[in-house]
């Protein structure tokens, strides 16, 4: 079955780093583009990135270009999000998730369990 | 600023019927927005509804329906239920890549 897990979350301090990794299982990665969506507590849904299915293309929303970074190692079937420069309304539930169509849309069918990340002094 | 704008609650009678919509704010919302409906409880991921605007997904109860009515999307409960009880998110593709989600709408059954 289809998995999503992510790790790397923690605590962190405004203007430092910090890595978010999503490791997949129970389907064929290279044939899938890949996001990260995030959430902040009690509040929204807001989509962050995307990184194409063979890593060709990556996109970001504008709250995050300039300072995220999405990259994804194929060979271990793993995406990652590179966070710098980060803010205190960065502080979100971060979700992996999978586009399930492979062609023209986007759904997002599967997603991981989120790793907080909590930007504070 | 592109800002995709969706009602923060709605109410529905047990037995009713809803419908809760999806605009933009800098004009029509058509198919090629490829609209996605997801429905979020408390403590849980998001799980699609409709996905290209009207396609539902797998396992999904046939009482959901997604359309574009006039300029925004919509999805449709029809003989809504307590379960429905939910949050309700859409998302468009607005082009270059990027995706956005609505604020959510909260939908309370009673």
């Known amino acids: 079955q289809v998995q999503l897990v992510e790790s790397g979350g923690g605590v962190v301090q405004p203007g430092r780093s910090l890595r978010l990794s999503c490791a997949a299982s129970?389907?064929?990665?290279?044939?899938?583009?890949m996001h990260w969506v995030r959430q902040t507590p009690g509040k929204g849904l807001e989509w962050v990135a995307v990184?194409?299915?063979?890593?060709?293309?990556?996109y970001y929303a504008d709250s995050v270009k300039g300072r995220f970074t999405i990259s994804r190692d194929n060979s271990k079937n793993t995406v990652h999000l590179q966070m710098d420069s980060l803010r205190a309304e960065d502080t979100a539930l971060y979700y992996c998730?999978?586009?399930?169509?492979?062609?023209?849309?986007?759904?997002?069918?599967?997603w991981g369990q989120g790793a907080l990340v909590t930007v504070s002094s | 600023q592109t800002v995709v704008t969706q009602e923060p609650s709605f109410s529905v009678s047990p037995g009713g019927t809803v419908t809760l919509t999806c605009g933009l704010n800098?004009?029509?919302?058509?198919?090629?927005?490829?609209p996605t409906w997801y429905q979020q409880t408390p403590g849980q991921a998001p799980r699609t509804l409709i996905y290209s605007t009207n396609i539902r997904s797998s396992g999904v109860p046939d009482r959901f329906s997604g359309s574009i009515l006039g300029n925004k999307a919509a999805l449709t409960i029809t003989g809504a239920q307590a379960d429905d009880e939910s949050d309700y998110y859409c998302?468009?593709?607005?082009?270059?890549?990027?995706?956005?989600f609505g604020g959510g709408t909260k939908l309370t059954v009673l």
């Open positions: 800098s004009g029509s919302v058509s198919k090629a927005h490829y």
């Open positions: 998730t999978r586009d399930g169509l492979v062609l023209a849309g986007r759904n997002f069918d599967y």
């Open positions: 990184i194409y299915n063979d890593g060709s293309d990556k």
């Open positions: 998302v468009l593709y607005v082009g270059s890549g990027i995706s956005m």
């Open positions: 129970g389907f064929t990665f290279t044939s899938y583009d």
